[in-house]
């Protein structure tokens, strides 16, 4: 079984600051894919990121960033130069990458991020 | 918009009462996922198809909840005799590869 776990209910930060979320998972699979969701108020689930089990190489896209550590089971998410727009809750998620529950997503229970203009 | 959507977006039913939801992937996708989120929690894996086929089923599924997916299309998910503890967000995802979910705005329930 796999678990997810982010520690961080809730951050406040004030817009322009950088803020990291934070994701410990649990599995038995040698092969997985770690993501990041971002779900704003809408409620919509909008796709940020999904990582390979294999590439521990950080990424970075604008003012996001992935940090991907193998040995400590984490994949943390930084936002730099926080703005309004980036409230929402954020999910990391975990699924296998074969065999059983290879088509299911295992969710942390989110961090609600509140940036303050 | 070529996504997931969902219909309806809101349903407010009696405790008792039969709902049905609706959920059209995106075209090209043969897998569908539905999933359910309460307040302050991760959205919750429900049930699994690929094309018309139901291949998984949580145990979170009670007999109560149905879920279907004629000629591989669009899928229903029907909540019989509701009760309270059902009030949710409903979400639908639908993949080609099933690690790339693509989800849908979601409809959220709430039974009195």
């Known amino acids: 079984a796999q678990k997810v776990t982010q520690a961080q209910t809730e951050i406040s930060v004030v817009e322009k600051e950088d803020v990291t979320l934070d994701c410990v998972y649990e599995t038995r699979d040698t092969t997985y894919y770690l993501f990041w969701y971002k779900q704003p108020p809408s409620g919509e689930l909008v796709f940020l990121i999904r990582?390979?089990?294999?590439?521990?190489q950080n990424e970075i896209s604008g003012r996001y960033s992935w940090n991907f550590q193998k040995s400590t089971s984490s994949f943390n998410f930084t936002i730099t130069a926080s703005q309004v727009v980036d409230s929402a809750v954020y999910f990391c998620?975990?699924?296998?990458?074969?065999?059983?529950?290879?088509?299911?997503?295992?969710f942390g229970k989110g961090t609600k991020l509140s940036v303050i203009p | 918009d070529t996504g997931v959507s969902q219909d309806p977006r809101h349903k407010i039913t009696k405790r008792g009462q039969n709902v049905t939801f609706r959920c059209d992937p995106i075209s090209e996708h043969n897998r569908l996922y539905w999933y359910r989120q309460t307040l302050g929690q991760g959205p919750e894996f429900l049930t699994y198809?690929?094309?018309?086929?139901?291949?998984?089923k949580s145990r979170l599924l009670s007999d109560r909840f149905s879920a279907e997916r004629p000629k591989g299309s669009f899928s229903t998910l029907e909540i019989q005799r509701t009760e309270q503890g059902d009030s949710a967000m409903y979400l639908c995802?639908?993949?080609?590869?099933?690690?790339?979910?693509?989800f849908g705005p979601g409809t959220r329930l709430t039974v009195l």
């Open positions: 990582r390979n089990s294999f590439d521990e």
């Open positions: 998620a975990l699924i296998p990458a074969a065999g059983a529950g290879s088509y299911q997503l295992t």
């Open positions: 198809f690929q094309n018309e086929a139901q291949l998984e």
């Open positions: 995802a639908s993949s080609y590869d099933p690690d790339e979910q693509y």
